[in-house]
Antibody, heavy 119, light 107 residues
């Protein structure tokens, strides 16, 4: 079955770089796109960016200067790197999979990983 | 960026009620609106895609409608397990954007 699992540090210092990994199973990263979505506590989600099945990427313009999404298809992993973290980057970070190739709804979600930015 | 405005922010409802909530886009998004349900402590779950299509396994008491800038999500016969926050999201253009949510609470 389709599964996604986020991993990474729970605590990041202000101004440091966040590195998260999404490990997937049950599907191929060359057939489906994976997006990162984050959610501050008590607020609505925010789409951060996407790794398309063909290796192309798309980013939220508000984060583009700080954000990088990459993948390793041999390891079934998608990576998120975001630099210059501030306290308002605190929240739960999810990776998601599209419902089908070339569609944009998020049919599968990981459990999420809580990231706290604090000194 | 396209702003998705959801209303109301919260609703006090009873089991068996018909529940209707709205989502308004700041510009035309066609039918590219999806609805997600998020229960406390859980990841969001896709219920409706492209405005009116029920996702696999979603009960038929959940329906969506609308196009352009105005969208509606309805639960026809509210169940206790439907208590959650509901979000709309537009996927017509980057960046995809979510509404702030409508929270359903028991009366």
């Amino acid at each position: 079955q389709v599964q996604l699992k986020e991993s990474g540090p729970g605590l990041v210092q202000p101004s440091e770089t966040l590195s998260l990994t999404c490990t997937v199973s049950g599907f191929s990263l060359t057939s489906y796109s994976v997006s990162w979505v984050r959610q501050p506590s008590g607020k609505g989600p925010e789409w951060m960016g996407r790794m398309w099945y063909d290796g192309d990427t798309a980013y939220n313009s508000a984060l583009k200067s700080r954000l990088s999404i990459s993948r390793d298809t041999s390891k079934n992993q998608v990576f998120l790197k975001m630099n210059s973290l501030q306290t308002d980057d605190t929240g739960t970070y999810y990776c998601t999979r599209d419902g089908a190739t070339e569609v944009s709804w998020f049919a599968y979600w990981g459990q999420g990983t809580l990231v706290t930015v604090s000194s | 960026d396209i702003v998705m405005t959801q209303s109301p922010t919260s609703m006090s409802i009873s089991v068996g009620d018909r529940v209707t909530m709205n989502c308004k886009a700041s510009q035309n998004v066609g039918s590219n609106v999806d609805w997600y349900q998020q229960k406390t402590g859980q990841s969001p779950k896709l219920l409706i895609y492209k405005a009116s299509n029920r996702y696999t396994g979603v009960p038929d008491r959940f329906t969506g409608s609308g196009s352009g800038t105005d969208f509606t999500f309805t639960i026809s016969n509210m169940q206790a397990e439907d208590l959650a926050v509901y979000y709309c999201m537009q996927s017509n253009s980057y960046p995809y954007t979510f509404g702030a949510g409508t929270k359903l609470e028991l009366k």
